[in-house]
Every structure is written in structure tokens, then in C-alpha cells.
């Protein structure tokens, strides 16, 4: 099926949304990023994948003898909480917005369903997926990777705290360089961490490209969008 050119799926890390705190949500980074959805919103169709890791982190619950399956649904469970708070401030942005979870929980929000997700989307919602894919051992970015695809995206921008790709941690080896462009291809050949295999190598089936961004700052989502910035794009080859 065609991509829809307006529209566009938003990676946004739980790590993201604690802003300057160590755990939980920041009141103010949450409310810049849903100003940010909203302003994109305006002029593109926007879905958004959330991870959970400023609560919890499915991986880290088998160091503390929690078994995989089990930490991961703690995981999936985290990400519908900020999928439910990301909502409810872009709606307080004045934005139309609606949170899904691939999670069946009818009494807190609407399950996702890809037709009802797509309409959702024409009609103009910002739709805030939470829960993963619904299954353990798949991270959020392949979750945004598959939920991209589903709903016909043009491109999926992954959100992050630095500006691109980098030959290395931008943070620990001032040396590194930032990649302009990469294909799906070098991206899973170099090992670069920005994504997990999974998702870029379901991104390259689907020829979905990645603009990898940092989302500090005001309206980052709307200037990645209109071209401007400095991102990395990774490409179909």
C-alpha cells in the first residue's frame, strides 16, 4: 500500500519525558512535547509510540529476579501510563488526541485496532500508542517500526537526547561524528544502537526511512518535519 505522505510516526522514549528528573514524568517536558505534537498536528497526521523506561524497563526487572515475560509486561505497562498522560496534555495543547493499547484494558483506554487507528488519524487525532506490540521480547522502537508500517507512515522519527547517529557516544568520545545519512543496511552492519535490529530491519522490509533526531528543545518534532535541524537519515539502500 501506498505511504501516506502526511503522515508520520513520532518514537518517543520514556527516558524523554523525565526531562531534568531521574524517574517518572516532568511536568514540563511532558507539556513542551505535547505543545510540539500539537503544533505538528496542524499541518501533518501524526501517530506517536512511547517506551516506558522512565518507570520501567522489562530487561531490568531479570537482574532483580523478575522473569522476562513477567518484566516485560511491567514494561508494556509503563508505556500505557505515559501514552495516557501524553494524551491528555496534547489535549491540553488544543490538539484532538486519543490514546490505544495493544493491551486489551477497555476500562482505561480504547484498544488498538489499525482500521480504527487509521480513521482516528485522517479525522485529524494525534493517536498515542501504548503497550508495546502487545508481546514480550520486542522493544518499543520495534513496536514503532511495526505500527509504522501498518498505518502506511511516510517516515518514523525517532526521538532521542542527541541530534543524529554517531560513530560513537557523542557524550563520552568527543571525536565522534555524526552521520548525515546512513541506509538500513550500514545502520544494522555497524551496530550503531540508535534502534534495535528488529526495527531497522523491519523499517528496510517496508522501505520505511528513520530520521533520528534530539527532541530537547522547542518545537523540535515541527522543525524535524518542515527540514530543518540537523537529524540522520537512514534510508532504504
Not at 508505556?79 to 490514546?99: F, Y
Request: neutral net charge.
Amino acid at each position: 500500500m501506498a505511504k501516506n505522505p502526511k503522515r508520520f510516526l513520532v518514537k518517543v522514549s520514556g527516558e524523554a519525558l523525565m526531562g531534568p528528573d531521574k524517574f517518572g514524568l516532568d511536568p514540563a517536558t511532558v507539556e513542551r512535547i505535547a505543545a510540539d505534537l500539537a503544533e505538528a498536528a496542524r499541518t501533518r497526521e501524526i501517530a506517536v509510540v512511547v517506551g516506558g523506561g522512565n518507570i520501567f524497563r522489562g530487561m531490568q526487572g531479570s537482574k532483580h529476579g523478575v522473569e522476562r515475560n513477567t518484566g516485560d509486561s511491567m514494561g508494556r505497562l509503563a508505556t500505557i501510563i505515559n501514552a495516557l498522560a501524553l494524551a491528555d496534555a496534547v489535549r491540553a495543547a488544543g490538539a484532538k488526541a486519543v490514546a490505544l493499547t495493544a493491551d486489551p484494558m477497555p476500562s482505561l483506554c480504547r484498544s488498538y485496532f489499525q482500521p480504527d487507528a487509521d480513521r482516528l488519524l485522517s479525522e485529524g487525532q494525534v493517536v498515542v500508542l501504548g503497550g508495546g506490540t502487545g508481546q514480550p521480547f520486542f522493544t518499543t522502537d520495534t513496536a514503532a517500526a511495526l505500527r509504522a508500517a501498518e498505518l502506511d507512515c511516510a517516515a518514523i522519527l525517532k526521538a532521542t537526547t542527541v541530534d543524529g547517529v554517531y560513530t560513537a557516544d557523542p557524550k563520552i568520545d568527543p571525536a565522534a561524528r555524526r552521520y548525515e545519512q546512513l541506509t538500513h543496511d550500514e545502520a544494522i552492519e555497524r551496530r550503531l544502537g540508535v534502534m534495535d535490529t528488529a526495527a531497522f530491519a523491519l523499517a528496510r522490509e517496508n522501505a520505511l526511512p528513520i530520521i533520528v533526531f534530539s527532541i530537547q528543545g522547542a518545537l523540535a518534532i515541527t522543525n524535524v518535519l518542515a527540514g530543518n535541524g540537523k537529524a540522520t537519515h537512514v534510508v532504504p539502500a
